[in-house]
């Protein structure tokens, strides 16, 4: 069963006990935190301009924040799983400094063709693949549906696409590379292009503003326990998920 197939599974238990909250799924680097080709030193980390305020205020509106990151330099061998849950420790703190927290936190080290098992594998976490929100949907009560994807590369969009959520690209990182890549498939499927978070953020608060009395949307919409388990069977070493 793929991915849309699950989300109209609208029976599972979750979804009769819970309210399911929309999520904002959040890319890390060149989205939150200024772009350096992989990152490994807290030292170099830096927020981008405005990203702790613009998250809180996607939190207010309701949004559980879920930081969604391909760290392939694991696999490739520049840095370790340590280093990875350190740095998003150290940007945990800085954007709490902002008044912004996160829900969750979500990391996949693989990369199917560098270095060597068991990072070097096609997983089933790796952006633009579903894993990463499936174990969010599990952990979290989410409203697929009714969630976004903010990025600024094209398999974050891919990712949004995959799941069948709002998808918004940022210009910042390699945002604005992603932007003259477009063509005529990718572009018109693509939600909003917003300089960076702030402007991101701004357009899905107005839109949600917007929506609330208009559309009626399917709130039940969300992966379920049974799939999500299904597909972590087939890839029972992968480690994604990062604990603050
Ligand atoms: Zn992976």
Redesign the pocket.
């Known amino acids: 069963m793929c991915f849309e197939d699950a989300q109209h599974m609208k029976n599972c238990d979750r979804s009769e006990r819970k309210i399911l909250r929309p999520a904002i799924f959040l890319d890390r680097d060149g989205t939150i935190n200024v772009e350096v080709d992989f990152l490994s030193r807290v030292s170099d980390l830096a927020l981008i301009e405005g990203a702790a305020t613009a998250i809180s205020r996607l939190a207010q509106a309701g949004f559980l924040i879920v930081v969604v990151t391909n760290q392939s330099g694991v696999a490739r061998g520049y840095f370790d799983e340590h280093t990875v849950k350190s740095i998003n420790s150290a940007l945990a703190h800085m954007l709490e400094q902002g008044g912004a927290r996160v829900d969750a936190w979500y990391y996949?080290?693989?990369h199917p063709e560098a270095g060597y098992p068991p990072y070097r594998?096609e997983?089933?976490?790796?952006k633009p693949?579903t894993?990463m929100v499936e174990q969010a949907c599990q952990d979290l009560d989410i409203d697929i549906a009714s969630s976004f994807v903010i990025g600024d590369s094209l398999r974050d969009m891919e990712l949004a696409w995959n799941c069948g959520m709002g998808a918004v690209l940022v210009k910042t990182g390699h945002g604005t590379r992603t932007f003259h890549g477009l063509d005529q498939n990718t572009a018109p499927r693509i939600d909003f292009v917003a300089t960076d978070i702030t402007e991101a953020s701004e357009w899905i608060c107005r839109r949600v503003e917007n929506r609330k009395n208009k559309i009626p949307h399917d709130s039940n919409a969300q992966f379920s326990k049974k799939e999500a388990a299904k597909v972590q069977g087939e890839d029972p070493d992968?480690k994604?998920k990062c604990h603050r």
């Not at 997983?123 to 790796?126: A, D, H, I, L, N």
């Open positions: 996949c080290p693989h594998t997983c089933s976490c790796r693949a894993g992968h994604t």
